[in-house]
């Protein structure tokens, strides 16, 4: 989109190019703005010797003409010094092209690693793994728009739609058929004219695409443009002219001015230039508020936060036009703030590459709240990509166009509608805990209600209704219920952008107790003194556990009692009769963290003393990387130990022991070091 919007963008700015020597050809294509010749000859120049100038150059180039993993190649070079010059400095405005092509591509991590050098760089901190968790959001939220490619687009790009009445009207560098027409150096293509075309009530065309009339298009640039409410006045940013010459600034660049006609008995009537505009400086992108009072616009003139910032200029009863006001730093940044728009409502819709987004250049929107515009919102997928998503205009209260060039050519129109909340709202919703047989409220229910980050929203006994509400944000949260007549259960609740939504949570009811405590039934099993309970409750509960493989203490250690577990002769994998003992030991270990094993691993006496060594130190490997691969339980929590035939269960002195004595050495043992 930059190369096809340019002197809507940046106004034809070149940087100058100065090696300390006779300039070349990629040179002088480079300064006249014709970057595809540029690069082509810069790929020559780099294979015979490397110049930071002409890495930097390629790389904008490259940057302009959306060949986005080539420009990331060098402005890599470039930010690690891959060139001839002593001098590895180099300007910050590459930290952050790199960030914007490496997120075009799609490696947002990385390219936040860039961006945070740029801002720091700037004196002003970032949070990148904060950052990824709200690009993250972006990509993940739930869309609240639904789009579709308008039928009115070419090959050639085409973007700024603006609906009045029956007749949509929009900004494209398509083919005009002009006489000796001249292409626009940048783009290889026609320079930008305004088009129209009628169409039905679902957008399709009806008739053909025709340009605006000459007082309007000249043999330049025309570019974005606003109506007046009643249709008569036409705001547009065009190539500077005065005097039907083109003016030029001190680098010799034609900046992009604002201008007005005004339709008199069907007919445009002569551009006048908006008195405000100054030279050297560029003014584009107009748009107007609902009652035409004020006009919006996009301009680099001294004294703004960045390259490009939002302003606006009032307009009196009498015509008369105020000067500039900077929307402030809420809404610009030290970067490119373009394409405003003013919804009915008064809220700000915008494209910007400097607060965080998707890639490129993404849309956001900032409400308007006591006469001053909020902190500004992604509006996300699908309006916004990894690539550049702008000019956004509602032309009723839920539809409307934008633009963007995520084909990776030329620039498009959609048309968007929108189908949710594109703001920060809280929404009632309704919580009740009930009986999963009877339905019935469950009273002296205590309820908690936490958001995502478990940070506790609301926490309370429910009486006899045992319902609540609450405003919510859209977002996901878990609620949880505790009665001492029931189970207890967890509801994951994702809130979405509606009012009065319900969610209810099922209790089941706690059977009647049975008639033996297994628990007291253990205790006197194993003789466990009840004061061990008040002093070591840890290692009271690990002997009291009756759910999965029982923990018993011998000789003042604590140990799982397990089914042995066999292996075959000579071999230290698991077998099949073994992984199931195995998969119980894991599922509790899950339930208890603390707990640390050290796994002694035991083989019978055939094979030499060093050979079984080993075999039982494979065992025990084998045992604790099954618990941590298949089990998913931390290798760090588990020792393991072989002790090959040193200690069996059966003596075998000569060997003389039968194959299920053999079996029986070749064991693994597990003893709980830590809890």
């Known amino acids: 989109m930059i190369k096809n919007i340019t002197f809507i963008i940046i106004s034809l700015f070149f940087i100058q190019v100065s090696f300390g020597q006779k300039k070349t050809r990629a040179d002088r294509f480079f300064e006249k703005g014709d970057y595809s010749n540029a690069a082509k000859y810069y790929e020559e120049e780099i294979k015979k010797e490397r110049h930071k100038k002409a890495i930097e150059n390629i790389a904008v180039c490259y940057y302009n003409t959306f060949e986005y993993r080539l420009a990331s190649r060098y402005l890599k070079q470039l930010v690690k010094g891959k060139y001839g ?129 000459k007082t309007i298009n000249s043999k330049l640039h025309e570019g974005n443009f606003c109506f007046t409410s009643d249709g008569n006045t036409l705001y547009i940013s065009r190539s500077n002219y005065t005097d039907g010459k083109k003016e030029f600034n001190e680098q010799s660049n034609n900046n992009i001015h604002l201008y007005k006609t005004t339709r008199v008995n069907g007919k445009w009537g002569k551009l006048e230039k908006l008195p405000f505009n100054k030279n050297g400086f560029s003014y584009q ?10 006009l919006y616009f996009s301009s680099d003139i001294e004294g703004g936060y960045g390259s490009f910032d939002l302003y606006y200029v009032a307009i009196e009863v009498d015509g008369t036009i105020g000067e500039p006001v900077n929307l402030g730093q809420t809404i610009n940044t030290e970067n490119r703030e373009h394409f405003p728009f003013i919804s ?102 205590e309820v908690v209600l936490k958001d995502k980050k478990g940070v506790e929203k609301y926490t309370n006994t429910l009486d006899s209704l045992a319902f609540f ?58 003789k466990i003194d009840k004061k061990l309970k008040e002093e070591d409750p840890e290692r009271f509960e690990l002997l009291t556990d009756v759910e999965g493989p029982p923990v018993i203490e011998k000789d003042g250690k ?22 199931k003992i195995l998969d119980e ?24 003393v060093r050979y079984n060594q080993i075999l039982s130190e494979r065992r025990a490997e084998s045992t604790r990387n099954y618990l941590a691969l298949e089990g998913f339980i931390n290798a760090r929590r588990m020792k393991f130990q072989g002790f090959g035939e040193l200690e ?28």
């Open 285 to 294: 992108h107009p748009a107007l508020s609902p009652d035409d009072k004020k």
């Open 85 to 213: 010059e002593k001098d590895k400095t180099y300007n910050n405005e590459y930290n952050f092209k790199l960030y914007q092509v490496l997120s075009a591509l799609g490696d947002y991590e990385t390219g936040l690693d860039y961006f945070k050098r740029y801002k720091e760089n700037l004196s002003v901190s970032l949070d990148a793994s904060e950052s990824i968790e709200i690009i993250e959001a972006f990509k993940l939220k739930n869309p609240d728009y639904k789009i579709k490619k308008s039928p009115f687009n070419s090959e050639s790009s085409d973007f700024g739609a603006v609906k009045f009445n029956d007749t949509v009207y929009f900004t494209s560098d398509r083919d005009n058929k002009k006489l000796l027409r001249k292409k626009y150096k940048w783009t290889h293509q026609s320079f930008l004219d305004i088009y129209a075309v009628k169409v039905d009530e679902n957008n399709d065309t009806i008739g053909s695409i025709k340009p605006l009339p």
């Open 344 to 445: 009915q409502e008064g809220n700000l819709f915008f494209a910007s590459n400097g607060h965080l987004g998707l890639g490129m250049l993404d849309n956001f929107v900032s409400e308007r709240v006591n006469n001053a515009f909020t902190k500004p919102i992604n509006l996300g997928a699908p309006i916004n990509s990894r690539y550049d998503d702008f000019s956004l205009n509602y032309y009723n209260a839920k539809e409307g166009f934008f633009s963007t060039n995520r084909n990776k050519k030329n620039d498009e129109i959609f048309k968007f509608k929108q189908t949710g909340e594109v703001f920060i709202r809280e929404y009632i919703n309704r919580f009740e805990v009930r009986d999963l047989e009877t339905k019935a409220y469950i009273p002296n229910t």
């Open 469 to 526: 509400n609450i405003n919510l944000l859209a977002n996901n949260y878990e609620f949880s219920a505790n009665n001492e007549a029931y189970t207890p259960n967890t509801l994951n609740v994702t809130v979405a952008e509606a009012q009065d939504q319900i969610h209810v949570l099922y209790l089941k009811k706690i059977p009647p107790p049975p008639p033996i405590d297994p628990v007291e039934a253990l205790i006197e099993e194993k």
């Open 558 to 579: 604590l140990f799982f009692q397990l089914e042995p577990i066999y292996f075959n002769f000579d071999m230290w994998n698991i077998r099949a009769d073994s992984k």
């Open 585 to 608: 030991l894991a599922a509790k270990l899950e339930r208890y963290p603390n707990i640390y094993l050290k796994i002694s691993s035991h083989t019978d006496s055939r094979g030499t």
């Open 648 to 675: 069996p269960i059966v003596p075998c002195p000569m060997l003389d022991c039968t194959d299920d004595e053999h079996q029986l050495n070749r064991r693994s043992e597990f003893e709980i070091v830590k809890y």
